[in-house]
């Protein structure tokens, strides 16, 4: 990807540092010069400006893989989330690679699934982790290092009996607190270095909505388009990021509410629409694997698997204790409710269009979750 740095794209410390100082930094800055420019700019002659320039294009340009390397189903090309029935739904856990985006409503447990996966990175391979680091940008300052010991020593008391193994994996936790989208921006714009500098072997985004949603107020011109870009960048960034060094990103996202009309027709219950994770359409097909939380009952909460190109559709009930996400016995298999199957809808041109972010059906007899006001944003 053309954001690379030049020095990550085997060019010389000397002449990375030369070209520096005219502000050519990324493949991308050198590439949009002439031979020309570069000449003059890094002091070389046509013909080895020239070489420059062809082998830094060759160092963005996306490598060709073939089926046969890709295709080392193992343990290695996942990410076990340590809850047994999820793994085995993903078929191992949350793929290398690639973003999953865990979406739902406000203290459902998306900053808790986050600390679990964080205390995990850390964990040795012989007990189900990755032995690496761990890149967490909090946005919300929902971070709580208390939380994240406390839940260490409950879910793996002998690992974490001796304090030396604590203050380790507490060591390994790389936390950034950017409250802003300029900040979080310019935190990406790092996070190479930063993933290379950590050792992290996973990126942690908490959330990706919260200050996105707060700067921008969707229902003034021009502010949705700017808000596209902007994801748009983010999402290419950790894309690029993920495969790049291998390695699972996680966001969390909000969710926004569609009013629905009708009731479902089970006596007490009222139909109160459709949820689907924020930040609308565009956004919503970036994310590879999407599983959303959400309230069962007063005590029992819910992972949907939403999206994933090796899983069915599927919900698993679990609750939080003091381990964090804990599930619950059996999970179903469940076939995709009325109305939110993934089809083509018409325009009334009858053109094919996209139906957008596919909804998950609520029900507000069980989903005290809507009871808490959920701001639309307006943008599917
Ligand atoms: N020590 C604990 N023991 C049991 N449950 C806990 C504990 N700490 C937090 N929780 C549960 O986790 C919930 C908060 O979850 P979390 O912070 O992950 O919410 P969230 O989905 O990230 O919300 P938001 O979007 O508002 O940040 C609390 O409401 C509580 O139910």
């Not at 689907?276 to 819910?302: E, K």
Request: charge should be positive; aromatic fraction near 4%; glycine fraction near 8%.
């Amino acid at each position: 990807m053309a954001s690379k740095k030049l020095r990550r794209a085997g060019v010389s410390q000397e002449l990375c540092e030369r070209l520096r100082r005219h502000h050519v930094e990324s493949c991308k800055d050198l590439l949009s010069l002439t031979p020309l420019e570069v000449m003059r700019l890094a002091g070389l002659g046509h013909r080895r400006a020239v070489a420059l320039l062809r082998s830094v294009s060759g160092h963005c340009a996306p490598p060709v893989t073939t089926l046969l390397e890709l295709w080392k189903p193992t343990a290695e090309s996942f990410f076990s989330t340590s809850l047994p029935a999820l793994d085995d739904l993903l078929r191992g856990g949350l793929p290398l690679g690639t973003i999953t985006e865990v979406a739902g409503p406000s203290g459902c447990g998306k900053t808790q699934m986050c600390l679990m996966l964080s205390i995990l990175a850390t964990l040795p391979r012989s007990l189900g982790g990755l032995d690496a680091g761990v890149v967490y940008i909090d946005t919300e300052s929902a971070f709580s290092a208390e939380r994240l010991v406390e839940m260490a020593q409950a879910r793996f008391p002998q690992h974490f009996s001796s304090r030396e193994r604590v203050l380790q994996m507490a060591g390994r936790v790389h936390v950034f607190r950017e409250l802003t989208c300029q900040d979080v921006l310019n935190r990406l714009d790092r996070l190479e270095e930063d993933i290379i500098s950590t050792k992290a072997g996973v990126v942690i985004l908490d959330s990706v909505a919260s200050v996105v949603r707060k700067e921008f107020d969707t229902t003034l011109p021009g502010n949705l388009t700017t808000r596209s870009n902007l994801l748009s960048l983010e999402a290419s960034t950790l894309k690029y990021l993920a495969h790049q060094f291998n390695i699972p990103v996680v966001l969390t996202n909000q969710i926004t509410t569609h009013p629905g009309g009708g009731g479902s027709g089970v006596p007490g219950e009222v139909d109160s629409g459709f949820v689907t994770a924020a930040l609308g359409n565009t956004w919503s097909h970036t994310v590879n694997t999407r599983l959303i939380v959400q309230y069962a009952d007063a005590h029992q909460r819910q992972i949907v698997i939403a999206k994933s190109p090796v899983a069915a559709y599927a919900v698993l009930n679990y609750t939080i204790q003091k381990e964090g996400i804990c599930l619950g016995g059996e999970y179903d298999r469940l076939p995709r409710a009325k109305g939110t199957t993934k089809a083509t809808t018409r325009s009334q041109s009858g053109e094919a269009r996209d139906p957008g972010p596919q909804p998950i059906r609520v029900r507000t007899g069980f989903n005290y979750n809507l009871s808490k006001p959920v701001e639309a944003d307006g943008d599917s």
